[in-house]
């Protein structure tokens, strides 16, 4: 799967990596660089939202609180253009959209510890064993979606698939460091997705998460274990 990645604001779209300097280089504003974006800032903290879809979330918060900072990750296409295009419209000057794999934009891109909430909402649940590792929610990969949370940071999370919900609240719950909240009903403030929307009106059920980290970032122990075990090898024929 491709890594090359596009990064859209209010004033338009354009590679985030590049061979043209002149096309992608300095980084639109206000994309968290490393190191700039300390606990201590004064500057509003950011808000991330893995896998916008058509931007109902995103949108909405961005247009009620000017003040804040929202960054999308999408790795569709079709909806990061989408979005792109009604960020410009709305001339919503505190968004950043980027188009990519999440796994690779939290460990390879993204700043360390910027963000005071995390919201993942309806991520594909990957149910064959072999596409396990491009799940977000794992043993091996949870340190990812942890690390972009500044200390006391929020993450967010819901699933009308239940037993790959079931997982992630188990995984979740057997981290030494997180808090897990389960919420009974609809958040506060509505549907946040079209498709919890359509849902509710269903009446399909959906797990809601809510996560506090305590804490230094790190990984879970589970998956630790798997980094320290090595593999089983098979015996070589003699015959």
Same mark, same amino acid.
């Given at each position: 799967?491709?890594?090359?990645?596009?990064?859209a604001?209010?004033?338009?779209?354009?590679?985030l990596?590049?061979?043209?300097?002149?096309?992608? @280089?300095?980084?639109?504003?206000?994309?968290?660089?490393?190191?700039e974006?300390?606990?201590s800032?004064?500057?509003?903290a950011?808000?991330?939202? +893995?896998?916008?879809?058509?931007g109902?979330?995103?949108?909405r918060?961005?247009?009620?609180?000017?003040a804040?900072?929202?960054?999308? +990750?999408e790795i569709a296409?079709?909806?990061?253009?989408?979005v @792109?295009?009604?960020?410009?419209?709305r001339?919503?000057?505190?968004?950043?959209?980027?188009?990519?794999?999440?796994q690779?934009?939290a460990?390879?891109v993204?700043?360390?510890?910027f963000?005071? @909430?995390? %919201? +993942?909402?309806?991520?594909?649940?990957w149910?064959?064993?072999?596409?396990?590792r491009?799940?977000? #929610?794992a043993? !091996?990969s949870?340190?990812l979606?942890?690390?972009l949370?500044?200390?006391?940071?929020?993450?967010?999370?819901a699933? !009308? #698939?239940?037993?790959?919900?079931e997982? *992630? =609240?188990?995984?979740?719950v057997? %981290?030494?460091?997180?808090? *897990?909240?389960v919420h009974?009903?609809?958040?506060? !403030?509505?549907?946040?997705t079209?498709?919890?929307?359509?849902?509710?009106?269903?009446?399909?059920? +959906?797990? =809601?998460?809510? *996560?506090?980290?305590?804490?230094?970032v790190?990984p879970?122990?589970?998956?630790l274990?798997?980094?320290?075990?090595?593999?089983?090898?098979?015996? *070589?024929?003699?015959?």
């Amino acid at each position: 799967m491709s890594r090359v990645t596009r990064v859209a604001t209010a004033e338009g779209l354009r590679p985030l990596f590049g061979g043209d300097p002149a096309a992608t @280089a300095p980084l639109p504003e206000p994309f968290p660089r490393p190191g700039e974006l300390p606990v201590s800032s004064a500057l509003p903290a950011w808000e991330v939202e +893995i896998g916008f879809g058509k931007g109902r979330y995103l949108l909405r918060r961005a247009a009620l609180e000017p003040a804040g900072r929202f960054l999308g +990750i999408e790795i569709a296409g079709e909806y990061f253009r989408l979005v @792109a295009r009604r960020v410009a419209r709305r001339r919503l000057a505190n968004v950043v959209l980027l188009e990519g794999e999440a796994q690779y934009l939290a460990g390879a891109v993204l700043p360390k510890g910027f963000a005071r @909430a995390v %919201h +993942i909402y309806f991520p594909d649940p990957w149910p064959k064993l072999r596409h396990h590792r491009r799940r977000l #929610f794992a043993p !091996d990969s949870l340190d990812l979606v942890q690390g972009l949370l500044a200390p006391g940071g929020n993450l967010y999370f819901a699933t !009308d #698939f239940l037993a790959y919900g079931e997982e *992630v =609240r188990e995984l979740l719950v057997s %981290h030494p460091g997180a808090r *897990v909240t389960v919420h009974d009903g609809p958040w506060p !403030d509505g549907a946040r997705t079209n498709y919890e929307a359509k849902y509710i009106v269903e009446g399909r059920p +959906i797990l =809601r998460l809510e *996560v506090a980290f305590a804490g230094a970032v790190a990984p879970h122990p589970r998956g630790l274990l798997d980094l320290l075990v090595a593999p089983t090898l098979r015996p *070589v024929s003699q015959s």
